[in-house]
């Protein structure tokens, strides 16, 4: 078996004892003479998986106890519509704009009701997170049913790192690629909603954590499908349908994998130390330059090139050779993208920062 090193964006690198442990379970779930992909999801066993999967996440992250955690499926897109849909209430909202997510979020919204572009860095190539002072000031007064943002922007490889004040105003954050990267306060935000298949689990599962009293009149939107409602969702347990057993299932031992390493704070100081490696590489390389301005970069998917395409893809090519896959970057920003999440090793950091070097002692003089 060679497994490689997996720098991919989405679906991603998984632990590998949680993986080997799914496997040894696979025909026969701790007694039960099935695979959890054969189990009946109203049955005991599988509302244990479930109950376990919930309880761990919140310990975890600490979610407070007036917020709902909801396992749904259509992915963070779906999200795009649920959201407005649910809370939609005066029918207005404001985006911030920092990237390809944030903006089909936007548009998806402005489906459902008045949405106002707050700030976007799309001019400068979405290098960077723009201003957000005064954000919450003109939320209030505008009465916005929420303010919502992107807060790692997985394409262009940028993080806030200091969330927009809004005040009274919910904000709403899209944390598909830095959910459970670092510690995370649930109390600054209205919802907060990840797929999975970033840093969290498997492709198929979205997370949406949501505070109960922004649900509990139901959606802001008559036409919007039961499946989205979250109220609705949260009184069934988020069973309204067939939920992704297995995935479900899945992200629950990714949540016990990370309580086991040591939390979310280890996560942090992991993903700190890999991004730090090949941003510390990006700033006194003479080859290869970063995206992301300094002030904005993200700890989760770090994106750089050389400025020659050409290069770009020899380097791609290389790295795919010695097992590093997955860094070719997103045809947006072209270039390179290592998207280094909690299942990513240090080690496999330290073997691209080494190739990389190996690369621009080869092509430079
Ligand atoms: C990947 C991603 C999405 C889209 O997720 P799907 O599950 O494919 O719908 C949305 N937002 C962010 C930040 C992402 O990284």
New binding site residues.
């Given amino acids: 078996m060679a497994r490689v090193f997996n720098f991919a964006?989405?679906p991603a690198a998984l632990p590998e004892s949680v993986l080997a442990q799914i496997a040894s379970e696979m025909l026969d779930y701790q007694g039960s003479g099935m695979s959890v992909l054969e189990m009946s999801h109203r049955s005991s066993a599988y509302q244990k998986i479930f109950d376990n999967t919930e309880a761990t996440l919140r310990r975890i992250v600490d979610i407070p106890s007036n917020y709902k955690v909801l396992f749904l499926q259509g992915?963070?897109?779906?999200q795009f519509a649920g959201i407005p849909m649910n809370l939609m209430g005066a029918g207005r909202a404001g985006y911030l704009v920092t990237g390809n997510?944030a903006n089909k979020a936007c548009e998806e919204a402005r489906k459902y009701g008045e949405v106002d572009i707050l700030a976007t860095s799309e001019y400068t190539g979405f290098d960077r997170i723009p201003e957000v002072a005064g954000v919450g000031e003109l939320a209030e007064a505008t009465g916005y049913d929420y303010v919502y943002i992107?807060q790692?922007?997985?394409i262009f490889g940028t993080q806030y790192h200091e969330l927009p004040q809004t005040g009274e105003i919910p904000l709403v954050a899209?944390v598909?690629?830095c959910f459970l990267a670092e510690p995370i306060d649930v109390s600054r935000y209205g919802l907060v909603y990840a797929?999975a298949?970033?840093n969290a689990g498997c492709?198929g599962v979205?997370v949406v954590i949501v505070r109960d009293d922004l649900i509990k009149d139901g959606p802001a939107l008559p036409c919007c499908p039961s499946y989205l409602d979250y109220r609705l969702q949260a009184k069934k347990g988020s069973m309204l349908n067939t939920p992704n057993t297995f995935g479900i299932y899945l992200c629950g031992k990714v949540y016990h994998w990370i309580e086991e390493q040591g939390g979310l704070e280890a996560m942090e100081r992991m993903n700190r130390e890999k991004s730090g490696m090949l941003y510390d590489y990006l700033d006194h390389s003479r080859l290869f330059h970063g995206h992301a301005q300094p002030a904005s970069r993200s700890i989760a998917n770090v994106t750089f090139r050389t400025g020659n395409e050409q290069l770009d893809a020899a380097f791609v090519a290389g790295a795919t050779e010695r097992g590093l896959v997955g860094v070719k970057g997103h045809r947006l920003v072209g270039g390179m993208r290592a998207s280094v999440y909690n299942a990513v090793p240090v080690e496999g950091v330290r073997a691209l920062v080494d190739y990389m070097g190996e690369f621009e002692a080869a092509h430079t003089n």
Avoid at 75 to 78: K, N, S
């Fill in positions: 964006a989405g992915g963070a897109t779906l997510f992107c790692n922007n997985t899209d598909s690629s797929g298949q970033k492709a979205t």
